[in-house]
């Protein structure tokens, strides 16, 4: 409801990113097509169609297998792309009126292209620090070693080490909120980890 990204189409340009990481066939390595290239363009609203019907269906397909097809992924946010933005925007509104709402929903539509989309996918493969020795060719690094503002996306390079964890906290001085959140939701009985494979 904040970036109207399809799922499939998401998980598959992740999949191909650690498929091919910093090398040619990555969907975003700075190496590749420039930092620049990476954090400036991909900000822009315009460029969230890296996401959006990036690939043939057969390529979505192939990396995206296993991704749950719930009827609402098919028949709303595919269907009525923009549909989901407009229900959050309607939300924010009915929630904490007509200005404020407007803005907090438009910092709702520069976080994700903003942190994820430019932050993490450009400098979180330029400048930081690295833990583990990923592939040779992997260049992602950690920004830094709390992971509060994007929780947990700051520790790249731990992301890249270990993908299937859902803990990004590798040493001792590192942070993941989104772990905690994690816990916090299974605790709850909302989810349940699945064992690392």
Same mark, same amino acid.
């Given at each position: 409801?904040?970036?109207?990204?399809?799922?499939?189409?998401?998980?598959?340009?992740?999949?191909?990113?650690?498929?091919?990481?910093?090398?040619?066939?990555?969907?975003?390595?700075?190496?590749?097509?420039?930092?620049?290239?990476?954090?400036?363009?991909?900000?822009?609203?315009?460029?969230?169609?890296?996401? !959006?019907?990036?690939?043939?269906?057969?390529?979505?397909?192939?990396?995206?297998?296993?991704?749950?097809?719930?009827?609402?992924? !098919?028949?709303?946010?595919?269907?009525?792309?923009?549909?989901?933005?407009?229900?959050?925007?309607?939300?924010?509104?009915?929630?904490?009126?007509?200005?404020? &709402?407007?803005?907090?929903?438009?910092?709702?539509?520069?976080?994700?292209?903003?942190?994820?989309?430019?932050?993490?996918?450009?400098?979180?493969?330029?400048? &930081?620090?690295?833990?583990?020795?990923?592939?040779?060719?992997?260049?992602?690094?950690?920004?830094?070693?709390?992971?509060?503002?994007?929780? &947990?996306?700051?520790?790249?390079?731990?992301?890249?080490?270990?993908?299937?964890?859902?803990?990004?906290?590798?040493?001792?001085?590192?942070?993941?909120?989104?772990?905690?959140?994690?816990?916090?939701?299974?605790?709850?009985?909302?989810?349940?980890?699945?064992?690392?494979?």
């Amino acid at each position: 409801m904040t970036d109207g990204v399809h799922v499939r189409e998401w998980v598959a340009t992740h999949r191909q990113h650690h498929r091919y990481t910093d090398l040619p066939g990555d969907p975003h390595s700075p190496h590749i097509e420039g930092i620049n290239t990476i954090v400036f363009k991909t900000f822009i609203p315009a460029c969230w169609y890296r996401y !959006r019907n990036f690939k043939p269906k057969h390529i979505v397909d192939m990396y995206s297998k296993g991704i749950p097809d719930d009827w609402v992924e !098919r028949n709303v946010y595919v269907r009525y792309q923009r549909l989901g933005l407009l229900i959050m925007l309607w939300i924010d509104i009915m929630l904490f009126g007509a200005t404020t &709402g407007i803005i907090i929903w438009l910092i709702q539509m520069i976080w994700t292209p903003l942190w994820s989309g430019s932050i993490v996918t450009g400098y979180g493969h330029w400048i &930081g620090y690295r833990n583990k020795n990923n592939r040779p060719t992997d260049l992602s690094t950690n920004l830094v070693p709390w992971g509060i503002i994007v929780v &947990g996306d700051e520790l790249h390079s731990n992301h890249h080490a270990r993908p299937n964890d859902p803990n990004l906290r590798h040493r001792w001085f590192e942070f993941d909120l989104g772990f905690v959140y994690i816990k916090l939701f299974e605790t709850l009985g909302l989810l349940k980890i699945k064992a690392n494979k």
